[in-house]
């Protein structure tokens, strides 16, 4: 018998769909038993809802993974070799790394959503994106339904992406992680700058990694809302890549354009500056628009439904397209 539950409390942005075939995986054998079922039916896996938009109530069956653990799987000297179930919480497994002083991830603090969807995304923040601390991770083919381990170079990892999110699109579920971390002599990254101008202000001459962490934390709560608050999935859409000759073309505009070198003829601009210069920066639309201190976030003032919010984000976009004729892709999973 299929099993009706709303999901309001497992979707970041608070939207109180209702899935009409929902299920629970504990453990790899919960997976492959819900696939046997149902891999035909396009099933929507469900980590930590923190980057998935959906538009209406959910037909397709739905699996979320609760697979849980933190365990040591190898050390030498200098690194140390975690394996985490694809269901643990994210800042969880962070903070339980800061407190046996194990390095990498510090600058991830405070990310929304789970381990299991952190590869598939490339979560990143304040200069760190999380392929440079995975090691391999596990997962079960829909089609098979057999385990296959992926190494770092398998994954195809680059900005906000991965295999998982390309080439392999919902052929595999993650169930662990293998992240790959320092015991000793941690490289810190300091050199996103509101993070270095924070570490100056506050006079920390030799920072550690827990310092780092509380610096990011204090940062992203300064302007991301706490989607326990406020229901966000945090930056709605990626930062574009432009040619050198479309930077310039801007900067012929508003020479204030920031921008981050790629390499001589790629350039990332921040998403953010691009709605804010249409207006649309704190603005307020029925029960959605974007947030006050960040306009790449679009918040769930509580009553939206997942239409109102995907409008509201195609409203942006088009202005975005005829104000700069640059075609925002979205970050967040839409889900029809
Ligand atoms: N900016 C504006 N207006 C705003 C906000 C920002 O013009 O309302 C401009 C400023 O020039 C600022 C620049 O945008 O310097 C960059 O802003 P911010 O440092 O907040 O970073 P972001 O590019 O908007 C990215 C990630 C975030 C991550 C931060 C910090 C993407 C799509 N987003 O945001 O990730 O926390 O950098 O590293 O790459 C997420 O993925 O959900 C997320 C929050």
């Known amino acids: 018998m299929n099993i009706s539950k709303s999901i309001k409390q497992f979707n970041t942005f608070?939207?109180?769909?209702?899935?009409?075939?929902?299920?629970?995986?504990?453990?790899?054998?919960?997976?492959?038993?819900?696939?046997?079922?149902?891999?035909?039916?396009?099933?929507?896996?469900?980590?930590?809802?923190?980057?998935?938009?959906?538009?209406?109530?959910?037909?397709?069956?739905?699996?979320?993974?609760?697979?849980?653990?933190?365990?040591?799987?190898?050390?030498?000297?200098?690194?140390?070799?975690?394996s985490v179930g694809a269901g643990e919480n994210w800042d969880n497994f962070v903070n339980w790394t800061l407190r046996k002083d194990y390095g990498g991830i510090e600058n991830l603090s405070l990310i929304p959503g789970n381990v299991g969807s952190a590869p598939i995304q490339n979560i990143g923040a304040y200069g760190v994106e999380l392929d440079s601390v995975f090691e391999s991770c596990r997962a079960i083919s829909l089609e098979n339904k057999k385990v296959k381990i992926f190494h770092k170079i398998d994954c195809d990892f680059t900005y906000r992406s991965s295999i998982f999110k390309e080439k392999l699109k919902n052929k595999y579920i993650i169930s662990r992680v293998v992240f790959k971390l320092t015991k000793k002599s941690h490289f810190l990254k300091t050199n996103y700058k509101p993070l270095k101008e924070l570490i100056k202000i506050k006079n920390i001459s030799n920072p550690t990694i827990q310092d780092i962490s509380n610096l990011v934390k204090e940062i992203r709560s300064s302007k991301l809302p706490d989607p326990k608050i406020i229901g966000n999935c945090g930056s709605f859409f990626k930062n574009p890549i432009i040619s050198k000759n479309k930077l310039e073309k801007i900067s012929s505009i508003d020479k204030l354009i920031p921008f981050y070198k790629l390499s001589d003829e790629k350039f990332k601009i921040p998403a953010a500056w691009l709605i804010e210069k249409c207006g649309m920066k704190g603005r307020i639309e029925g029960q959605t628009g974007t947030h006050k201190e960040h306009a790449l976030v679009i918040i769930n003032l509580g009553a939206a439904t997942g239409t109102e919010i995907y409008n509201f984000s195609q409203k942006i976009k088009k202005l975005v397209l005829k104000k700069f004729n640059i075609l925002l892709e979205e970050e967040v999973n839409i889900i029809d």
């Open 14 to 82: 608070g939207l109180d769909v209702v899935s009409n075939d929902f299920n629970i995986a504990k453990n790899e054998d919960e997976i492959i038993n819900f696939l046997n079922k149902h891999s035909n039916n396009n099933p929507i896996v469900l980590g930590g809802g923190s980057n998935i938009l959906f538009k209406k109530d959910i037909e397709r069956p739905v699996l979320k993974i609760e697979i849980k653990g933190i365990n040591v799987v190898k050390e030498d000297s200098a690194f140390v070799y975690i």
